[in-house]
């Protein structure tokens, strides 16, 4: 057993597929598949199930995937802590945000921040959930924001609301003019989807809502950010059921929002390294995206009914 090949399945295990694995390490698809095959001849057992290209992981590898990650925390601990020693970094507060929730939710959150911490520095770094989570793991950010946050050792979380997804178009579009919006009617339209490398298996709930319709769509785009989506249907290039939270920048861009049937929504956490000591601005800052998060029209905070659309 080789750290390579350890270091490919963690990978695959965080990202979801062997081809965002590649990536995410710089190498092609072709090693990532290789070096987990060499991995399971070492370890005589088998890691995933193949199924129609897809790759399901086996009860032995969630088990194996819990000791791989205690031992790279480790790793990852000893570097950040090194980094701060060498660097004498001064008091900061590291955050790292989903990109739709860094442009609607983190901006108001900030400003309420700000009231009691006004002279903290701030780092922002915008992630998609592989990176946002390697930071946490690694002990080098201080708080996340995201969707709902797969239960991973080194990680602690708690749910701040649940959205509602929304359908999207161009204001001219002939969807437009109804009120609530069916699979049905999107049979023949342009409707975007995301990039199977860039979401985790449990956020199907899109495709599964879509699946009595979705030999009769046209995929033609595929995304791996909201506002890239948003951008899309500003464009008049598709339609999509997508995030609200992005609806706040481009609403003033020709796009309008739709309530969608069936409803899909998504619960969305606030997540911390594992063993975060929580100093007052930390807590300051927690608190104040549950108080925004919970003035906000696209979160349902209380107990996850269904949650009121945004007004466009």
Known sequence: MKFRQVEAFRNVMLCGTT???????????????????????SLDFSLFDRRKGRLKPTLEAIEFFRAVEESFL?????????????????????????????????????????????????????????????????????????LEFPDLIGINSEHIGCARFVFAAHKDHPLAKKDIITPEDLIGETVLSVISD?????????????????????????????HTGYAMIAAGMAVGVIEPFSARVWGGRDVVTRRFEPHVSY????????????HPSLESFAESVKKVASEMSEFQTSNFTEPALPKM
């Not at 979401?199 to 995304?223: A, C, F, M």
């Open 19 to 41: 081809s965002a694995a590649a990536a995410e390490m710089n190498v092609s698809q072709p090693a990532i598949s290789r070096l987990i095959s060499d991995l399971e001849y």
């Open 267 to 278: 619960t969305y956490d606030l997540a911390y390294p594992t063993g975060t000591r929580h």
């Open 74 to 146: 480790g790793f990852d601990k000893l570097e950040c802590l090194a980094e701060q020693i060498r660097t004498k970094q001064p008091k900061q507060l590291k955050i790292s945000c989903t990109p739709s929730l860094a442009a609607s939710l983190l901006p108001l959150v900030l400003l309420e921040h700000r009231k009691y911490h006004p002279d903290e520095r701030v780092i922002i770094y915008t992630d998609n959930i592989a990176p946002l989570i390697t930071k946490l793991q690694a002990n080098s950010i201080d708080i996340a924001i995201g």
């Open 198 to 226: 860039k979401q985790p298996n449990y956020w199907n709930k899109i495709s599964d809502s879509l699946e009595s319709v979705g030999t009769s769509l046209k995929r033609t785009i595929d995304i791996d950010a909201a």
